[in-house]
């Protein structure tokens, strides 16, 4: 052995070697028996061995507390390869809907969502809240031990001493008949934990129960029960619809059946081949909104008012239609009117003259009021039982009654609730200031949550008992349309949780396991018994066909409503907002939902006070801005962003933010781990629980800092020469009538450049590509989310986003359509933005180390251990769609205090080091696969049996993938028969892969004006 000057040994033989104490020494550092990717103390056997029993529990979805055997198996299944992907249908309660998916899960570990093809209210589409599932299933920072608190500590239990405790507490409270026993949920229409609400309720009489969400639909139900005597439910048929007006509502991001309704409002965008141009038809798009939502942005024409005088909006165009019945006749907007008037003019007119294939809809934050009134304008246009139709609510026939939390937290600060169950939620950090909730729970002697965090309610219960996530349970729900589904677990609990459903069963005694009563439930609520095929059809396809609920004769009550009287002029409005990436705060610490950029401000890991330009500009406000926003007393201190498209002297702000014990990612103030973004419930009270009149806003010294994404990565073009200089070219977009006059309009001042060399045949191979509808995307980000989870896209945080160094493979650019920031006519286009995998890829001709390479198949590939991170490829892309890793950015993978979170790891996908550039490959995995299982299969591939991440997320269909050398394929005809296809940086003859099908919008013929330039 010799050793140099800097203390580096060296071995002249192997046999030196072995028989060196050095050696020992290295092998325990690179072979370590408990290897640090695994827990402390466990070794690699022991770790294969735990892994091979989750795999035999988990592929059993369904015998989670049932005793099993687990033994070699002496001839495998043949539905079951190692190594190969199984995937399981189920539907689960998040984020008020009900989400329908389609689980992809390796050797019995779910890694990631697909929409369910088959359900009627998915159709294979999905959102990021539901793509975004799967990280939260392995949050480290979730509760993970059953806890008792007392007054000055807090102590881990197991499940038996909370049993022990439940025995005793219960029977007491049952021999005084429930007197003071309290439960507070979520709403849910769930009929098994309905059914064990019901037992609940007949073996304590006198107890009592509550439900509260943030973010609920009280208002629509209300407003029915004003309009139709009854509460009803409303269902929308966008694909028999013409004329869509909608106010203060986002049917295709804020819907519990938005995806059906995104996908129905895509297919009404559809415009015919040349060839038919002139006879090609689509909807038309109404928006009335405060603030920018996914459907404005879709929109044909759109007003923006404050949220306080969008009922005065609806009475107006009610006027003008019942003058148009009145006069028999349609009258078109005036040529010299304001805009405003223009517009509803031309929306009256186009609902009165499309009766019956028109549809009238209103958002849950307008009251109950302003909802009646939609309801008696859709029965005026005859709309009611062709576009609009009517069911009675799925869960009205077994849902437990339910005060509000209101009730709850008077009776609790009278000293009558001795005993609160919640059952998940958090209303201590979201209910309203006014109710003081947390001020309340104090009073209570014994408080018992269960919740999947220890969150700002957790931390003031006596009991904390970990919920399981949806993956890991048994359940049932409706579908919006009252299609009966089925929750399965694909995994077994991870950290020794139960869900509301089995709590309740513990609290009764029952000894019944949750799958049996799930299948109880789903008898009584389809009224027969399933038999066993029957049973493992609805496991199989996730619902049960043909059990939506039947719509029902409505009849309009003659109830004079008169909704509130608009806000005075130059009255501030504040707007409650959903969050778009976290919701109502529940998703807080999921890191992709917290890094996705927002729709219209491309925010990440913030909120802020939205504000119009001219606000910002009669305020004194500029971006960046601190101000004091004050109502009724109260105040709070938040940045300002000036937003095109607000409407004037109306300031939105987004819920869900400034978590105080969200967790490591959210905000924790125990761990000293400051929240993101503000807080802003404390402004908001049981009477402005959606918006309130009359904040006082004052500026404050000092600037803040965004993290945005919209400004990165600056296309470099030729003519562009800073940010907010025309990029038309980059979108290109014109209306109906333009497209039918000239249906190649978006193919002009394009030529066929001719290269200088030889251009490589694609011939006889593969040749994949990829085509993005601009008609249909409506930015919602399911693709970005989709693509984070399938490819290990890491998050780089807050501080590294300022510095633009975001890794998202997708990037969904926003332009601005007018003539500037105040324009009233100011329209939005979303434009997806990935790698093009060029032909004569610049990347390629730059790298020094042939570390980007082009396949046979046009592919664009990457070689990441040949990289050395010069980014001259970075610099050479036009689209600026690479990616550099400046950091370890999967460090939190080797945390071994954080080790859960390795299960969200897809084992088809590298895991990418610091120092090495990484951008889009269409999933060449995915490709891989399929083309691996038709060569064994001896066929062909068939067209659309690929499916990159991002073409199956999408609600919309707005995105093709396939082989451009397939006859007839979609994505050929894409790219060579529709006249709207059109390549990007075509003029630099890198011949993309990739091409965009020009937007298309349809308006009033009368209000009909060519799109102006893109900023």
């Not at 570390?851 to 010069?870: F, K, P, Q, W």
Request: proline share 5%; net charge negative.
């Amino acid at each position: 052995m010799m050793a140099n000057s800097t203390g580096k040994r060296y071995w002249r033989s192997v046999g030196e070697l072995e028989n060196s104490p050095e050696f020992e020494e290295f092998l325990q550092r690179e072979f370590p028996v408990a290897a640090a990717e695994f827990p402390d103390g466990i070794s690699r056997r022991r770790w294969l061995q735990l892994m091979a029993a989750s795999l035999a529990l988990g592929g059993l979805t369904g015998c989670r507390y049932r005793e099993e055997k687990i033994v070699a198996l002496a001839k495998r299944p043949e539905d079951w390869v190692p190594g190969k992907p199984q995937r399981y249908a189920t539907s689960i309660e998040l984020a008020g809907a009900v989400r329908h998916l389609l689980m992809t899960c390796y050797d019995g570990r779910p890694i990631k969502v697909e929409g369910n093809p088959d359900h009627p209210s998915s159709l294979g589409g999905t959102d990021l809240f539901a793509q975004a599932c799967v990280l939260d299933l392995y949050d480290p920072d979730r509760s993970d031990a059953v806890r008792q608190r007392d007054q000055t500590q807090t102590f881990t239990k197991s499940w038996d001493d909370f049993t022990a405790f439940a025995t005793r507490h219960f029977q007491a409270l049952k021999d005084q008949g429930g007197e003071g026993l309290c439960v507070l949920l979520e709403p849910t229409e769930s009929a098994a934990v309905h059914g064990r609400l019901s037992a609940l309720k007949a073996g304590f009489p006198k107890a009592e129960f509550f439900q509260y969400a943030p973010l609920a639909r009280d208002n629509e139900r209300q407003g029915s029960q004003l309009a139709f005597g009854k509460v009803v439910r409303t269902h929308l048929a966008l694909d028999k619809t013409r004329i869509i007006v909608c106010f203060d509502t986002d049917l295709l991001g804020d819907h519990p059946a938005s995806i059906r309704l995104a996908r129905q409002f895509a297919d009404g965008r559809d415009v015919a081949t040349a060839a038919d141009a002139k006879s090609s038809r689509m909807n038309r798009l109404y928006v009335t909104e405060s603030q920018y939502s996914m459907t404005g942005a879709m929109a044909d024409h759109r007003l923006a008012v404050r949220s306080a005088d969008i009922a005065a909006v609806i009475a107006d165009l009610e006027q003008r239609i019942r003058a148009m019945r009145d006069a028999g006749q349609v009258q078109g907007p005036a040529a010299d009117g304001s805009r405003r008037e223009r517009i509803l003019q031309a929306m009256a007119a186009d609902l009165y003259e499309h009766r019956g294939q028109g549809v009238v809809v209103v958002g849950p934050r307008q009251p109950a009021e302003v909802h009646a009134q939609v309801y008696r304008l859709n029965g005026l246009l005859e709309n009611a039982g062709q576009t609009v139709v009517y069911s009675d609510e799925p869960a009205a026939s077994y849902a437990v009654p339910c005060g509000d939390l209101a009730d709850l937290t008077r009776r609790m600060q009278a000293g009558q609730v001795g005993t609160l169950l919640m059952l998940g939620g958090n209303p201590v950090y979201d209910a309203p200031a006014d109710l003081q909730f947390a001020q309340a729970l104090a009073q209570v002697a014994t408080a018992i949550h269960l919740s999947t965090h220890e969150n700002e309610t957790s931390q003031l219960c006596q009991w904390l008992l970990p919920q399981t996530h949806p993956l890991e349970s048994w359940g049932d729900c409706r579908a919006f349309d009252g299609t009966i589904c089925v929750t399965q677990p694909l995994i077994e609990p991870l950290l020794g949780g139960k869900s509301a459903l089995e709590l309740l069963a513990l609290l009764l005694g029952e000894r019944t396991d949750a799958q049996t009563l799930v299948r109880q439930a789903v008898d009584r609520t389809a009224g027969r018994s399933l038999t066993d095929p029957q049973w493992q059809r609805l496991l199989h396809d996730g619902f049960l066909a043909d059990s939506a609920v039947v719509p029902v004769a409505t009849e309009l009550k003659e109830v004079a409503v008169t909704p509130s009287a608009p806000a005075a002029d130059g009255q501030l409005e504040l707007v409650f907002c959903r969050s778009e990436t976290v919701y109502d705060g529940r998703f807080a610490n999921n890191g992709w939902l917290q890094e996705t950029p927002h729709l219209i401000s491309k925010l990440t890991w913030d909120n802020a006070a939205i504000v119009s330009p001219a606000t910002a500009k009669k305020l004194g406000l500029a971006i960046g801005s601190l101000v004091r926003l004050e109502l009724d007393g109260r105040s709070l201190e938040m940045p300002v962003f000036v937003l095109p498209g607000q409407a004037d002297d109306s300031i939105g702000v987004a819920l869900g933010y400034g978590r105080t014990a969200a967790g490591i990612v959210g905000g924790s103030a125990r761990e000293g781990i400051a929240s993101v973004g503000v807080d802003v419930t404390p402004l908001r009270t049981t009477t402005g629980m959606h918006f309130a009149v009359g904040v006082q806003v004052t500026p404050l010294a000092g600037r803040y800092e965004f993290a945005l994404t919209q400004d990165h990565h600056a296309i470099d073009r030729v003519g562009l020469q800073a940010i907010g200089q025309r990029v038309g070219e980059l979108i290109r977009e014109g209306t109906h009538g333009q497209y039918q006059a000239d249906p190649h309009f978006a193919q002009h001042g394009s030529h066929k450049l001719q290269s200088l060399w030889q251009e490589i045949s694609y011939e006889g191979q593969h040749a994949w590509g990829m085509s993005i509808d601009l008609n249909k995307c409506i930015g919602c980000s399911a693709c970005l989310v989709a693509c984070q989870a399938e490819n290990n896209v890491p998050v780089v945080g807050k501080d590294q986003v300022r510095r633009g160094r975001e890794m998202h493979w997708i990037r969904i650019d926003r332009y601005f359509s007018g003539s500037g920031a105040e324009d009233e006519d100011l329209q939005v286009v979303h434009q997806p933005l990935m790698c093009h995998h060029c032909e004569h890829a610049p990347c390629e001709q730059v790298c020094p180390v042939a570390a980007t390479v082009h396949s046979r198949e046009g592919l664009n590939d990457m070689a990441y251990n040949r990289c050395i991170g010069t980014r001259y490829c970075a610099n050479n892309c036009p689209y600026k769609v690479r990616r550099f890793n400046f950091f370890n950015n999967t460090k939190y993978l080797e945390d071994p205090d954080r080790q859960l979170i390795q299960l969200v790891v897809n084992p088809e996908v590298t895991v990418r080091s610091r120092g090495v550039m990484e951008k889009c490959t269409y999933c060449v995995q995915r490709i891989q696969n399929v083309k691996i299982d038709a060569r064994s299969q001896g066929r062909p591939i068939r067209d659309g049996e690929i499916q990159t991440a991002c073409q199956q997320a999408c609600p919309t269909r707005a995105i093709e993938f396939g082989d451009l050398n397939q006859p007839g394929s979609r994505v050929a005809k894409s790219h060579h028969q529709d006249p709207r296809a059109y390549a990007m940086l075509a003029e630099l003859n890198i011949k993309p892969r990739t091409v965009y099908l020009a937007r298309i919008r349809n308006p009033h013929p009368s209000l009909a004006a060519q799109p102006k330039s893109e900023t």
